[in-house]
T-cell receptor
């Protein structure tokens, strides 16, 4: 079973910030949170990752709660090209990487 | 250009006919992995490899084999394909375990 929980789908208006939540209540102290997205049936694409502190790059921002049990991926100005399935993952069970089903984000024009 | 290359992109075969899907990366990555993706089930890990000659089972290894004889290559072998192995397959690699993964473009396999 996936060790992260994400809503199955979300809508966001074009130009607005998209905030995608993820729960990872069993995360260990040395496990990073990674976010990927998959557009149509293409290979998933890395977005961002973090351990404790908030992170920002050219694609997105990652907010991790102080207790590290949840995080939020923020796409600051969503465009139609951001329509995709977004996966939040943590490293669990050694070297296995479990993706789960992700959140299908719909950007509305 | 840094990339993970899978071949073929599309493959149609018949039950029981052995096939190999190739995966190659040019980034000197230690970690490589195979996933299958089916509607409603997300990405499920088949096998992974920590380094040359080191492989281990993921969540759905039944019916698949892998080998890691060279660092850059990680082929997925279906000795006797069955229709329930019809799926979209992705190969991925990273410098070390669970670091940023790079994915291939995918292989759509249909077993008739």
């Amino acid at each position: 079973d996936a060790k992260t929980t994400q809503p199955p789908s979300m809508d966001c208006a074009e130009g607005r910030a998209a905030n995608l939540p993820c729960n990872h209540s069993t995360i260990s102290g040395n496990e990073y949170v990674y976010w990927y997205r998959q557009i149509h049936s293409q290979g998933p694409q890395y977005i961002i990752h973090g351990l404790k502190n908030n992170e920002t790059n050219e694609m997105a921002s990652l907010i991790i709660t102080e207790d590290r049990k949840s995080s939020t991926l923020i796409l600051p100005h969503a465009t139609l090209r951001d329509t995709a399935v977004y996966y939040c993952i943590v490293r669990v069970r050694g070297d296995k990487i479990i993706f789960g089903k992700g959140t299908r984000l719909h950007i509305l024009p | 250009e840094a990339q993970v290359t899978q071949n073929p992109r599309y493959l149609i075969t018949v039950t029981g006919k052995k096939l190999t899907v190739t995966c190659s990366q040019n980034m000197n990555h230690e970690y490589m992995s195979w996933y299958r993706q089916d509607p409603g089930l997300g990405l499920r890990q088949i096998y992974y490899s920590m380094n040359v000659e080191v492989t281990d089972k993921g969540d759905v290894p039944e019916g698949y084999k892998v080998s890691r004889k060279e660092k850059r290559n990680f082929p997925l072998i279906l000795e006797s394909p069955s229709p329930n192995q019809t799926s979209l397959y992705f190969c991925a690699s990273s410098f070390r375990t669970a670091e940023k993964l790079f994915f291939g473009s995918g292989t759509q396999l249909s077993v008739l």
